[in-house]
């Protein structure tokens, strides 16, 4: 019972017997509900959804760098490359999404003073 039949059953108090309150409420929150899936549905047709901008790995779980086409073997099993081959971690922003370390020192200049500073530890580190 909502409202609006309550004040009718004070008015009446055979509106209980004849009441169509419910059902009315009932088919009013269906076509809501119906008229809303439709609209995401329209909506979902037209979404353009990205893939994840750092799974650039082949089956072999290796990476490869897209300046000199050289492999990575640092790819994780779960086909995702490392943050030191993005570019965007060094704080840049390029148009490649996966770069080996060599490629990357060509662009020490552009990257933070800190940033610079750990790309050095992994160049002497052997992460080539």
Same mark, same amino acid.
């Given at each position: ?18 009441? #169509?309150?419910? #059902? ?15 609209? *995401? ?10 893939? *994840? ?13 897209? /300046?000199?086409? *050289?492999? @990575?073997?640092?790819? *994780?099993?779960? +086909?995702? @490359?490392?943050? +030191?081959?993005?570019? +965007? ?6 148009? #490649? ?8 020192? +060509? ?5 933070? @003073? ?10 002497? /580190?052997?992460?080539?």
């Amino acid at each position: 019972m909502n409202a609006e039949c309550a004040k009718k059953w004070l008015k009446d108090k055979k509106h209980l017997d004849k009441c #169509e309150c419910l #059902e009315l409420e009932a088919q009013e929150l269906y076509f809501l509900f119906a008229n809303s899936l439709r609209e *995401s549905e329209e909506q979902l047709k037209d979404c353009q959804c990205e893939t *994840s901008p750092k799974t650039r790995v082949n089956s072999d779980y290796y990476a490869w760098c897209e /300046r000199c086409e *050289s492999g @990575i073997p640092a790819a *994780s099993k779960k +086909r995702v @490359i490392k943050n +030191r081959n993005d570019p +965007r971690f060094w704080g840049l922003d390029l148009e #490649e999404k996966v770069l080996c370390l060599e490629c990357l020192r +060509r662009f020490r200049e552009e990257m933070p @003073i800190g940033k610079r500073y750990t790309l050095n530890k992994y160049l002497k /580190r052997g992460y080539v």
